[in-house]
């Protein structure tokens, strides 16, 4: 197949028999980034679109038009499509938490109208989607309590989390239901996803497997957490899947703001911890399903401007022009 005139190997190809490689799209990238998308990628997450704010903003009103079209891309294209992401702190309609006079719903209200939204979106991509983010970021990254604050918490109980799962696997028995969180290698924070999920599985909830989001840099975290990270949740008997790899240059408390490209240094440094990475995730292909980035070229990235306004990153394996960088050499194990 001519795809452009690209020559180097594809990646969904060079990983056809370890795992899916995916991106996240919104939709512009799927005009944009489109001959990119479709040469190296065989699985898409809309980044933005199918949340709660984006599909229902109001009670009695659904906004599925994003979303639509980028289940038509994936359907028109042949690829894999992640659903992102069911239940989340962030990124809700008010409405979902408030009766008519704008106080606090009660729990079943709250739980009514959770079992609502997850069989209505779930229902509608049922033939698109075969994985849902069921639950995203409940776990609190410091101290001991178990699960960070949030309205769902407040009005529902620490059982919304077990609800989600059972109203998702009722509207789609054949999704792939997913807990996804950040920070998942760092050890306090993994230690509390993992106990989540072993009580989840203790109590018969429907969960098939855990998102490691990999919002990673240069730095951070080390291959022997992200191992050690990789080897507890598989305990579990789960698979596992990478659903947000970036990889910024920056460390997370650099807010340098000079640099206008990355130097050679940084690149090189970006390969080869890309190299590594990819590595370790081959040794444990039994259990990764799917590595999906976020995003598919330094063109747009969500890194840009967040959490340094007014800088660029270059999280990923392709420069803004869509061309392997050496990270893409060294993970495709051969030279440009
Ligand atoms: C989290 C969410 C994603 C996205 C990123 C930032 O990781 O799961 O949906 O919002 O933050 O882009």
Redesign the pocket.
């Given at each position: 197949m001519i795809h452009g005139n690209r020559t180097e190997p594809s990646l969904k190809e060079l990983f056809s028999n370890q795992f899916l490689i995916g991106a996240?799209v919104n939709p512009v990238t799927i005009e944009s980034q489109r001959e990119l998308l479709t040469y190296h990628y065989n699985s898409i997450t809309a980044?933005?679109e199918m949340?709660f704010e984006r599909l229902h903003p109001a009670e009695d009103t659904y906004t599925f038009e994003d979303a639509d079209q980028i289940a038509d891309f994936a359907r028109q294209n042949g690829l894999k499509l992640r659903g992102?992401?069911l239940v989340?702190h962030?990124?809700t309609s008010a409405w979902m938490f408030e009766d008519q006079d704008g106080n606090r719903v009660d729990r079943s209200t709250l739980l009514e109208r959770m079992r609502s939204h997850i069989h209505t979106v779930v229902g509608r991509y049922k033939q698109d989607i075969y994985a849902w983010?069921v639950v995203?970021?409940v776990i609190a990254d410091e101290g001991d309590q178990l699960l960070r604050p949030s309205a769902w918490l407040e009005i529902a109980g620490p059982d919304f989390i077990s609800k989600a799962f059972e109203f998702a696997h009722e509207a789609d028995p054949e999704a792939l239901l997913f807990y996804?969180d950040?920070n998942e290698s760092h050890p306090h924070k993994r230690d509390k996803i993992y106990a989540l999920v072993k009580s989840l599985l203790e109590q018969g909830v429907p969960i098939h497997g855990v998102g490691l989001?990999a919002?990673w840099n240069l730095y951070d975290p080390s291959l022997d957490d992200i191992r050690a990270a990789i080897e507890k949740y598989a305990s579990l008997g789960l698979q596992l899947q990478l659903?947000?790899l970036d990889m910024s240059v920056f460390a997370f408390n650099d807010r340098r703001t000079d640099l206008l490209h990355p130097t050679e240094e940084l690149l090189e440094l970006q390969a080869a911890r890309y190299e590594a990475i990819f590595g370790l995730l081959r040794e444990y292909q039994e259990v990764i399903s799917s590595v999906t980035f976020?995003g598919a070229a330094d063109d747009y990235t969500?890194l840009n401007d967040?959490p340094v306004r007014g800088r660029k990153n270059w999280p990923f394996l392709f420069d803004e022009k869509h061309q392997p960088k050496p990270a893409f050499w060294r993970v495709a194990g051969g030279e440009g």
């Amino acid at each position: 197949m001519i795809h452009g005139n690209r020559t180097e190997p594809s990646l969904k190809e060079l990983f056809s028999n370890q795992f899916l490689i995916g991106a996240a799209v919104n939709p512009v990238t799927i005009e944009s980034q489109r001959e990119l998308l479709t040469y190296h990628y065989n699985s898409i997450t809309a980044e933005n679109e199918m949340k709660f704010e984006r599909l229902h903003p109001a009670e009695d009103t659904y906004t599925f038009e994003d979303a639509d079209q980028i289940a038509d891309f994936a359907r028109q294209n042949g690829l894999k499509l992640r659903g992102h992401t069911l239940v989340w702190h962030n990124q809700t309609s008010a409405w979902m938490f408030e009766d008519q006079d704008g106080n606090r719903v009660d729990r079943s209200t709250l739980l009514e109208r959770m079992r609502s939204h997850i069989h209505t979106v779930v229902g509608r991509y049922k033939q698109d989607i075969y994985a849902w983010d069921v639950v995203n970021e409940v776990i609190a990254d410091e101290g001991d309590q178990l699960l960070r604050p949030s309205a769902w918490l407040e009005i529902a109980g620490p059982d919304f989390i077990s609800k989600a799962f059972e109203f998702a696997h009722e509207a789609d028995p054949e999704a792939l239901l997913f807990y996804n969180d950040y920070n998942e290698s760092h050890p306090h924070k993994r230690d509390k996803i993992y106990a989540l999920v072993k009580s989840l599985l203790e109590q018969g909830v429907p969960i098939h497997g855990v998102g490691l989001q990999a919002h990673w840099n240069l730095y951070d975290p080390s291959l022997d957490d992200i191992r050690a990270a990789i080897e507890k949740y598989a305990s579990l008997g789960l698979q596992l899947q990478l659903t947000e790899l970036d990889m910024s240059v920056f460390a997370f408390n650099d807010r340098r703001t000079d640099l206008l490209h990355p130097t050679e240094e940084l690149l090189e440094l970006q390969a080869a911890r890309y190299e590594a990475i990819f590595g370790l995730l081959r040794e444990y292909q039994e259990v990764i399903s799917s590595v999906t980035f976020w995003g598919a070229a330094d063109d747009y990235t969500w890194l840009n401007d967040f959490p340094v306004r007014g800088r660029k990153n270059w999280p990923f394996l392709f420069d803004e022009k869509h061309q392997p960088k050496p990270a893409f050499w060294r993970v495709a194990g051969g030279e440009g």
